[in-house]
């Protein structure tokens, strides 16, 4: 498993995804525990010197807005459905960050989450892609704010939030 660096979506936002997997729930899709986050990065490892790099990086930077507007799936992860991001500078730029605070300080990086293969979303289902996709589609953009950064650890569930908007 892993710890991941997760940036936390504004209530407006959260509530809207909260809502569409609740749609999939109710027709008997398995749906995500966790409240929507999305992944900027994972490693086995982020040691506490990652951690406040990462920090003092993240305070020098405007965290963007994201529109979550794609149905689709991740490579890896077939079998489930995403609402994707639209990827524009801005958003890159703060991937882009993130990373370059982590270089060389964590264990064993997750290739999918490195500039140039991640792509930002939200989980919606665990299972049935194309039914959950055809549930919703077409689907409405979420605008999302982002409140604040945590690193969350896969194994035991808990989260250190970093940085608050």
Do not use: C
């Not at 936390?8 to 525990?33: Q, W």
């Not at 950064?149 to 035991?156: G, L, N, S």
């Amino acid at each position: 498993m892993a710890q991941i660096v997760r940036f936390r979506l504004d209530m407006a936002a959260e509530d809207r995804v909260l809502e569409l997997r609740k749609t999939l729930s109710d027709h008997g899709l398995r749906i995500p525990h966790e409240l929507p986050t999305v992944t900027f990065a994972a490693a086995a490892q982020i040691p506490a010197g990652a951690r406040v790099e990462l920090t003092e990086a993240l305070r020098g930077l405007s965290l963007p807005s994201l529109w979550l507007a794609t149905l689709g799936s991740v490579a890896g992860h077939d079998d489930d459905l995403v609402l994707s991001a639209i990827v524009d500078t801005e958003l890159l730029a703060v991937h882009n960050a993130v990373h370059d605070a982590l270089a060389g300080k964590v264990k064993s990086p997750f290739g999918s989450y490195l500039p140039g293969a991640w792509l930002p979303h939200v989980v919606l289902a665990h299972d049935k892609p194309a039914e959950a996709f055809t549930l919703l589609h077409p689907i409405r953009p979420v605008r999302a704010a982002i409140e604040g950064v945590e690193i969350a650890d896969t194994r035991d569930g808990t989260a250190e939030p970093l940085f608050a908007d």
